[in-house]
């Protein structure tokens, strides 16, 4: 039997599961439905382009505007109320009467949808450290799993000929009883934070320029990674199809390689953090996203080009969930600002880097400019000892360890 400890926490452990599942099924379910919304509108291709530039920009404000939050209240206060917001929001397109509403209705959509990025994430990192082993890339490949299923919920429902409104209500219904669940069972607060008389006052390290510039450099590592992850959603098949004349159906796979392979590597990351470390781990996958996607555009084959988008995800899965667990423990007071860096600053990468990547392709081809990704997961690579634990505060439940 479990004692009431070892309850608590895999209870935890299943409420910041269920977070990140819904996450990923929200923005999944959005995406597939971009298509119903985009003609009800009647829009231009550049007309959307706007419109989800506005969930960039709301994505970036939310984000930094939940770390303070967080550090304030806590993760499990500010991400019960935020996943629920979010299922509530993923309704506005749907209603949207014209394009200034639409942009409206996701800049409010992509807020609340940063918010719970950086909580559910601060939330993983403070329910790994209470239970003192990895846990984390886990969590993001159960993210992973989200967005597979909320493209297939979109894609019964477009394929019953039913409209986003009642695709996004359904989701938010889940997301309604699913808060519920995640309420009752996460962290308790105060688990995973410092005990004594300064316990919620950030460190004095944190202020420093020093502390800021690591948590920059570590931004810098997720946006890397992230220029991976754009780069395989928008041009991975675009460079089958055109580069290698392949049929569409092949094209298509490319994606779904680097996806499949990103959520397998996640599903097993705990457990190769645990055995080897953090920097390790990040070492020897940086080099696998680097040499497999180089090897795979060398070769200039579609198989091999399929097989370099695979080991690309293979390779980024267990990075960026090693940098947000080695940012949120630096000091577990300030974790919510840390994150909040680090994931801002990494969805850049997400946003920038195809927009990057199609601009040097006008110049060397595209061939080329996807060397681009595997450039950064080399300096990923290399810069991996900034992951390197450090000695961690006490807290409540056991001691310490900045897992990663």
């Known amino acids: 039997m479990l004692t009431p400890h070892a309850a608590v926490l895999r209870r935890a452990r299943v409420a910041a599961s269920l977070l990140f599942l819904l996450y990923g099924t929200i923005l999944g379910t959005w995406t597939a439905r971009i298509p119903a919304v985009k003609h009800r509108l009647a829009l231009t291709d550049g007309q959307l382009s706007l419109a989800l530039l506005a969930f960039a920009a709301g994505a970036i404000i939310g984000m930094q505007a939940s770390g303070r939050l967080v550090d304030r209240y806590g993760s499990g206060a500010v991400m019960v109320p935020a996943v629920l917001i979010d299922g509530v929001a993923l309704v506005g397109p749907a209603l949207a009467p014209n394009l200034p509403g639409l942009a409206g209705c996701l800049l409010g959509f992509g807020a609340v949808h940063g918010i719970l990025n950086v909580a559910m994430n601060v939330n993983a990192v403070e329910v790994q450290r209470a239970r003192e082993r990895p846990m984390i890339s886990s969590c993001h490949a159960v993210y992973s799993i989200g967005g597979f299923a909320g493209a ?27 808060s519920i669940w995640v309420a009752r069972w996460a962290l308790p607060a105060g688990w995973a934070r410092p005990e004594g008389p300064d316990a919620g006052v950030p460190e004095p390290e944190d202020r420093t320029p020093g502390a800021m510039r690591g948590m920059l450099f570590m931004g810098l590592l997720v946006f890397c990674c992230l220029v991976g992850e754009g780069a395989a959603a928008d041009w991975g098949s675009v460079y089958l199809r055109d580069s290698l004349g392949t049929g569409a159906g092949l094209a298509a796979s490319a994606y779904a390689a680097f996806s499949i392979a990103m959520m397998a590597g996640r599903l097993v990351g705990d457990r190769l953090a645990a055995a080897v470390g953090p920097v390790s781990l ?45 940012a949120g423990s630096r000091n577990p007071t300030r974790a919510g600002q840390a994150i909040a860096r680090v994931a801002g600053l990494g969805f850049l990468g997400f946003v920038v880097g195809p927009v990057v990547i199609g601009g040097t392709a006008q110049l060397v081809g595209l061939p080329r400019a996807l060397g681009i990704p595997a450039v950064l997961a080399l300096a990923v690579a290399a810069s991996a000892p900034a992951l390197r634990p450090r000695p961690a505060l006490p807290v409540r439940g056991g001691a310490a360890t900045t897992t990663g």
């Not at 297939?152 to 699913?178: D, E, K, Q, S």
């Open 282 to 326: 990040v070492r020897v996958c940086g080099v696998l996203a680097s040499l497999g996607l180089a090897a795979g555009l060398l070769v200039g084959r579609p198989i091999a080009g399929v097989a370099g988008f695979g080991l690309l995800g293979a390779g980024l899965s267990c990075i960026a969930p090693q940098v947000f667990s080695a």
């Open 152 to 178: 297939g919920i979109g894609g019964l429902f477009a394929r019953a000929a039913l409209g986003p409104t009642a695709t996004f209500l359904t989701v938010t219904g889940l997301a309604v009883v699913a």
